[in-house]
Structure formats: structure tokens, C-alpha cells
């Protein structure tokens, strides 16, 4: 173990001298980030990585290879933080979201058990994550239309699904969230920890939405 990380130490440090410390365009700074091993395991360039740093090459890659798994994933994890968000009080009072919106306004909380409303939420959550996802698509490719552009339905969605990365990653914040709080993560209405949590989620959602913005432009440009 300890020799697979001074060789990949030593490794990392020739190409950084050999790249002047800077790599000058996309491909070097893949292949820096491909060189760089731990242990024996690769910081995979993989999409999840990539798109934080080169998000126009992330989706073009995406539809070249035709990634719809991964953007379907994507919007069913997007869709549950959305449903989590509309379940957990300290988020409708933070975001001051009417009674009839909230979800929790209709069920019984402090009554279910953890399992049932975890279900709940999981089931809400990819509805509303793939229709939003597909209704999206739809309408933007409807607007492309107006101005003739020659995209594709599975492009559009691909794109957009790659971008919604950062706010689907959140997933992992409020998956510890819940092994923390358990059940009180639904009745809780007062904790600086989930302000601080819904605050943190808010600026990946809006990090999301700058990137479907390059994203749709990045599809319809390689198009024209």
C-alpha cells in the first residue's frame, strides 16, 4: 500500500513539473486527474467529477455516449431531496412554503414510523423527479422549435440530467441528516445543523440550475 502511494506521489509530482503546474487545456487537466492514484485506486474522471470543472464537455460526453442511466438516476435523487425538502418542517419554514404544499401538512408524522415515511418520500420523490425531468425536456425542445433547432428529446434530457449533479449529490448530506436524526429529522423545527444543511442545498440547487442553462446551450450550439 505504502509503496503504491509514493509511486503515485512520484508520479503525480513529473507530471505537474512536466505540465509547468498548470495544465493549458481540457485534455492535460483530464489526464492529470487521471494519473493521480491513491492506494492503487484512480480519482476517477468520471462525469460526477468532471462536470464541476469542464461542465460543456461533461455533457457533450454524456450524449456521445448516450448516458441516460446515469440521468435518470440523477433526476429520481434530485426528485426525493425536492420530496425530503417537503416533508421536513425546518425547510418549508425556511423556504416559507404555504401549509398546502407541504406534505407533512397532510399525514400524521409524529404517528408513522420511519420505514413508512421513508417510503413515502422515496415514491413521491421519483414522481417528481421524473416529470419534472421529462416536462423540462419537453418544454425546452418545444422552444427550440420556435427557433428551428435540430435537437433531439434524449439529448435535452441527458443534458439536463447530467446537470442536476451538484444538487443530486446532496443526497449524500441529508442521508447522514437522517441516520443522525432519525425520525426527528421530520419533526425537528428548530436546528442551526438543518439551516445550515438547507442553506448548503439551496446554493447546489442554484449551482444546478446555472449548469442546465450551459447545458442547453451546449446542446443546441452543437447543433448549428
Known amino acids: 500500500m505504502s509503496t ?6 512520484i508520479c503525480t509530482q513529473i507530471y505537474l513539473l512536466h505540465e509547468k503546474w498548470l495544465p493549458s487545456s481540457t485534455e492535460s487537466s483530464e489526464r492529470f486527474l487521471r494519473i493521480i492514484q491513491i492506494g492503487g485506486y484512480s480519482l ?16 457533450r460526453s454524456a450524449i456521445e455516449k448516450k448516458s441516460m ?17 417537503l416533508f421536513i418542517p425546518n425547510s ?6 404555504p401549509p398546502w404544499i407541504k406534505l407533512s401538512f397532510y399525514l400524521p408524522i409524529e404517528e408513522m414510523s420511519i420505514l413508512s415515511l421513508l417510503i413515502i418520500v422515496g415514491l413521491i420523490g421519483v414522481m417528481i423527479g421524473l416529470i419534472s425531468w421529462f ?5 425546452i425542445l418545444g422552444i427550440g422549435k420556435i427557433w428551428k433547432g435540430k435537437v433531439r428529446l434524449y439529448e435535452l434530457l441527458i443534458a439536463l440530467g447530467v446537470a442536476l449533479i451538484p444538487i443530486a449529490s446532496t443526497t449524500i448530506l441529508w442521508g447522514l441528516n437522517l441516520l443522525v436524526f432519525g425520525k ?3 419533526i425537528l423545527h428548530n436546528s442551526n445543523w438543518l439551516i445550515f444543511s438547507n442553506i448548503f442545498t ?6 444546478s440550475l446555472y449548469l442546465m442553462v450551459i447545458a442547453i446551450f451546449e446542446v443546441y450550439l452543437s447543433k448549428s
Open 135 to 139: 416536462i423540462t425536456a419537453i418544454f
Open 92 to 97: 418549508a419554514k425556511l423556504l416559507n412554503l
Open 69 to 85: 442511466d446515469i440521468a435518470i438516476y440523477l433526476a429520481i435523487l434530485t426528485g426525493m431531496i425536492v420530496s425530503f425538502h
Open 202 to 207: 439551496t446554493v447546489l440547487a442554484m449551482w
Open 44 to 59: 476517477k474522471t468520471s462525469l460526477l467529477l468532471k462536470i464541476w470543472f469542464h461542465p460543456r464537455a461533461s455533457v
Open 4 to 9: 503504491e502511494i509514493s509511486s503515485s506521489i
Open 184 to 186: 426527528n429529522l421530520f
